[in-house]
T-cell receptor, first 111, second 114 residues
Framework: SQKIEQNSEALNIQEGKTATLTCNYTNYSPAYLQWYRQDPGRGPVFLLLIRENEKEKRKERLKVTFDTTLKQSLFHITASQPADSATYLCAPNTGFQKLVFGTGTRLLVSP | DTAVSQTPKYLVTQMGNDKSIKCEQNLGHDTMYWYKQDSKKFLKIMFSYNNKELIINETVPNRFSPKSPDKAHLNLHINSLELGDSAVYFC?????????????FGEGSWLTVV
């Protein structure tokens, strides 16, 4: 069955460092993958989309990579700030007109 | 000017009751969704409507019945509530799915069944 895995443990880093979050998927080949941010008590908010023919996508301090051979996407936040603390969800499309979300990784950036 | 709004935000009710959650979007999207996020934070799609037609129904118990009176509204009615229904329910919308379109989520409705 299709599976999406993100680190379930929180990632703790210091302000100014680069945070790297991992999303692994198995048993299917998504045409694209999205990353969302979710703050406590709020709905997820879209950050970036990367398509299968793109290796890398950037937006300000955010960078996403997509390795279709490894079936993995990496999400990087450079020069991280305490305001970046949140849960980050990856969502590869399944080809059935729907996104399936990973369980998310909680990022904690300490000053 | 909230894009996707859902009510109520908090709902505490007893087992066996019937309750509804309403959702409206003002983004002009033709697709709306209901997602459920459980205590482990797993966000799972329940239903998807495109132009008022049901296109995704993810093996949700038939106690859950979505209703879309028009493209801008998708309500969720739950009959005979059970303890396991306690979760956060998110309404969302997008342009046509499967194209990589962004999904816009509401703020969630916290349902607690006691």
């Amino acid at each position: 069955s299709q599976k999406i895995e993100q680190n379930s443990e929180a990632l703790n880093i210091q302000e100014g460092k680069t945070a790297t979050l991992t999303c692994n998927y198995t048993n299917y080949s998504p045409a694209y993958l999205q990353w969302y941010r979710q703050d406590p008590g709020r709905g997820p908010v879209f950050l970036l989309l990367i398509r299968e023919n793109e290796k890398e996508k950037r937006k300000e301090r955010l960078k996403v990579t997509f390795d279709t051979t490894l079936k993995q996407s990496l999400f990087h936040i450079t020069a991280s700030q305490p305001a970046d603390s949140a849960t980050y969800l990856c969502a590869p499309n399944t080809g059935f007109q729907k996104l399936v979300f990973g369980t998310g990784t909680r990022l904690l950036v300490s000053p | 000017d909230t894009a996707v709004s859902q009510t109520p935000k908090y709902l505490v009710t007893q087992m066996g009751n019937d309750k509804s959650i309403k959702c409206e979007q003002n983004l002009g999207h033709d697709t709306m969704y209901w997602y459920k996020q459980d205590s482990k934070k797993f966000l799972k799609i329940m239903f998807s409507y495109n132009n008022k037609e049901l296109i995704i129904n993810e093996t949700v118990p038939n106690r859950f019945s979505p209703k879309s009176p028009d493209k801008a509204h998708l309500n969720l009615h739950i009959n005979s509530l059970e303890l396991g229904d306690s979760a956060v329910y998110f309404c969302a919308s997008s342009q046509s799915p499967g194209q990589g379109n962004t999904i816009y989520f509401g703020e969630g409705s916290w349902l607690t069944v006691v």
